[in-house]
């Protein structure tokens, strides 16, 4: 099974931006991880991350054409976008 995690905005400064409140672990780092658990459970995680909505959007669509399980964290989109 193919799953999707999908990350959206400022999701790819974690890290860097503010590590006293959202840590030290790097986007990078994060994605390693989610692939190699997913490896060890049987499932090809693909992680992307973006702060483009239109491209967020597209790669929803893209995992939904291809059934494949999504996962996703819009970060301050879930709150504050109009799209």
Known sequence: MKVL???????G?????QPDIYGQVTHQQLAEHLIKTGADLGLEVVV?????????????????DANWAVVL????WSHYSLA
């Open 73 to 76: 964290n819009p970060g301050a």
């Open 13 to 17: 400064r974690l890290g860097s931006r």
């Open 5 to 11: 995690v999908l990350n959206g905005v400022n999701l």
């Open 48 to 64: 992307h991350q973006t702060d483009n909505e239109a491209e967020f959007i597209s790669w929803l669509h893209q995992a939904a």
